[in-house]
């Protein structure tokens, strides 16, 4: 429980203002690969899940993203935050067994993809889930790939991990041909944007921007990865540089 506790209170002090083997030859690959063909349309199944409650920026993520996918007909959406004012039935308390069990209840028919929204503060080794007492406050890239095995399958995947550090969650754990991932920072590198005065992290806000005009996935990624290096250098901070992998499956697919 004391190293639980000094873990949460290590990645709060660090992660205020800045929200990780480097992949960067995986994402140059997989951007390198767009397709002019049509967008891959499928029905989705959709996870949001906010990890931590030391800034509103997480659970504002996970609504609007919510709202997003509900525009676009994406049913069910299991959300999920770590804040016990916010909890309820319908918005439980994040756990990696939570999320498991979620997706677990309804697994992906044919036809159907896949899609896992995490957002949180990060470490060098997984996401900060404050309420996982279970797993020392931390889902780790084994435990995602876990998740996703065991809750989607064969289906469709996309898994979007926006902490810092989170850069990690591309490897071999977690890649495969039916899966996108994509992650806010290098594995090495902090993200930023969770500081109290914003309504989302700059990766997410990025993304929530760019959804509108991006008929794709790997478009979704190279627009946000654009706007979030402007905003870094309109502020002078290190780039965090995003990093995605696109399976050869997958490479084509479409958003909701």
Same mark, same amino acid.
């Given at each position: 429980?004391?190293?639980?506790?000094?873990?949460?209170?290590?990645?709060?002090?660090?992660?205020?203002?800045?929200?990780?083997?480097?992949?960067?030859?995986?994402?140059?690959?997989?951007?390198?690969?767009?397709?002019?063909?049509? @967008?891959?349309?499928?029905?989705?199944?959709?996870? #949001?899940?906010?990890?931590?409650? =030391?800034? /509103?920026?997480?659970?504002? #993520?996970? /609504? *609007? %993203?919510?709202?997003?996918? #509900?525009?676009?007909?994406?049913? @069910?959406?299991?959300?999920?935050?770590?804040?016990?004012?916010?909890?309820?039935?319908?918005?439980?308390?994040?756990?990696?067994?939570?999320?498991?069990?979620?997706?677990?209840?309804?697994?992906?028919?044919?036809?159907?993809? &896949?899609?896992?929204?995490?957002?949180?503060?990060?470490?060098?080794?997984?996401?900060?889930?404050?309420?996982?007492?279970?797993?020392?406050? %931390?889902?780790? @890239?084994?435990?995602?790939?876990?998740?996703?095995?065991?809750?989607?399958?064969?289906?469709?995947?996309?898994?979007?991990?926006? !902490?810092?550090?989170?850069?990690?969650?591309?490897?071999?754990?977690? *890649?495969?041909?039916?899966?996108?991932?994509?992650?806010?920072?290098?594995?090495?590198?902090?993200?930023?944007?969770?500081?109290?005065?914003?309504?989302?992290?700059?990766?997410?806000?990025?993304?929530?921007?760019?959804?509108?005009? =991006?008929?794709?996935?790997?478009?979704?990624?190279?627009? !946000? *990865?654009? &706007?979030?290096?402007?905003?870094?250098?309109?502020?002078?901070?290190?780039? =965090?540089?995003?990093?995605?992998?696109?399976?050869?499956?997958?490479?084509?697919?479409?958003?909701?």
């Amino acid at each position: 429980m004391k190293m639980a506790n000094a873990t949460f209170a290590l990645l709060l002090a660090l992660g205020l203002i800045a929200c990780g083997h480097d992949h960067a030859a995986d994402q140059v690959q997989g951007v390198s690969t767009v397709s002019n063909g049509p @967008p891959q349309r499928i029905h989705w199944r959709a996870m #949001a899940v906010a990890g931590d409650d =030391s800034a /509103e920026v997480f659970d504002n #993520a996970v /609504e *609007e %993203i919510s709202q997003i996918l #509900a525009a676009r007909g994406v049913h @069910p959406i299991n959300r999920f935050t770590s804040d016990p004012m916010v909890a309820r039935a319908d918005r439980p308390i994040a756990t990696a067994q939570a999320m498991a069990n979620a997706l677990d209840g309804a697994k992906p028919l044919p036809g159907q993809g &896949c899609l896992v929204f995490i957002t949180s503060h990060g470490g060098r080794h997984g996401v900060l889930m404050r309420d996982d007492l279970d797993n020392g406050q %931390i889902l780790d @890239p084994s435990a995602l790939g876990r998740i996703l095995d065991q809750g989607c399958g064969s289906a469709p995947t996309v898994a979007i991990v926006s !902490t810092c550090f989170s850069g990690i969650f591309l490897g071999s754990v977690t *890649e495969a041909p039916n899966r996108i991932i994509l992650t806010a920072a290098r594995d090495d590198r902090t993200s930023f944007g969770c500081g109290h005065e914003e309504q989302f992290t700059y990766f997410d806000g990025c993304m929530f921007k760019a959804w509108p005009d =991006s008929q794709t996935w790997q478009a979704l990624f190279l627009a !946000t *990865e654009a &706007c979030v290096r402007q905003k870094e250098d309109a502020l002078g901070f290190k780039h =965090s540089e995003p990093q995605a992998f696109f399976g050869s499956a997958v490479k084509d697919l479409g958003l909701p």
